[in-house]
């Protein structure tokens, strides 16, 4: 059976602190592993990573895959207040998505 | 460019009645997708279209759910009889390439059913 296992499942942290979030899987047909943030209903896309060991950055989110340990990382540089959402981490396989349950991250001022 | 559109954005009924959920995909994208999200869950695909055809049904529950996209184009979601179970978050999703491995998904808003 798929799985695709987040953690923390929520976090409270204060602005400009920096925080990590773990996604580890076990699927099989591997394809990608992508990276959302859901605030209220829509999830929005952050990253798509294929390849083990190379970052993909924006601002101050970056992300990298390791393909031999089954994990990525997301991580969230100087945090501010709307970075509160839940972050998603989704495995390709084949022709779908499989979810994780997401990490709630809340930043306070 | 316009998002994806869904419709209603709330809805409560009683169980035992029927309910649908419209959603307009993103102009051009060829892909569409429904998916069921429960509170503190992930999403989880229930029916995948390329075009007007159903690629991937294997997770609906045919017994009470169906689906259509009629022209290839906007698509409604139906649940009758609903039960308790299926109070939820219904989201749809539609990228350009049929590949859910290789493109990224636009979300809709989402439409919430409580079913009481």
């Known amino acids: 059976e798929d799985k695709v296992v987040q953690s923390p499942l929520s976090l409270v942290v204060h602005e400009g602190d920096t925080v990590t979030l773990n996604c580890s899987y076990e699927?099989?047909?591997?394809?990608?592993l992508l990276w959302y943030k859901q605030e209220k209903k829509a999830p929005t896309f952050l990253f798509m990573l294929?390849?083990?060991?190379i970052e993909k950055k924006s601002g101050r989110l970056s992300s990298i895959l390791d393909k031999k340990e089954l994990f990525s990382i997301l991580n969230i540089t100087a945090t501010q207040t709307g970075d509160s959402a839940i972050y998603l981490c989704?495995?390709?396989?084949?022709?779908?998505?499989?979810f994780g349950k997401g990490t709630k991250l809340t930043v306070n001022p | 460019e316009a998002g994806v559109v869904q419709s209603p954005r709330y809805k409560i009924i009683e169980k035992k009645q029927p309910v649908a959920f419209w959603c307009n995909p993103i102009s051009g994208h060829n892909t569409l997708y429904w998916y069921l999200q429960n509170l503190g869950q992930g999403p989880e695909l229930l029916i995948r279209?390329?075009?007007?055809?159903?690629?991937?049904d294997s997770q609906l529950p045919k017994d009470r759910f169906s689906a259509e996209r009629l022209k290839g184009v906007d698509s409604t979601l139906k649940i009758q009889p609903a039960e308790l179970g299926d109070s939820a978050v219904y989201l749809c999703?539609?990228?350009?390439?049929?590949?859910?491995?290789?493109?990224?998904?636009?979300f809709g808003p989402g439409t919430r059913l409580t079913v009481l």
């Open positions: 699927v099989t047909n591997f394809r990608s």
């Open positions: 294929t390849s083990s060991g």
């Open positions: 279209y390329e075009n007007e055809e159903a690629v991937d």
């Open positions: 989704a495995v390709g396989r084949s022709e779908k998505l499989v």
């Open positions: 999703a539609s990228s350009l390439g049929a590949s859910a491995s290789y493109n990224e998904q636009f």
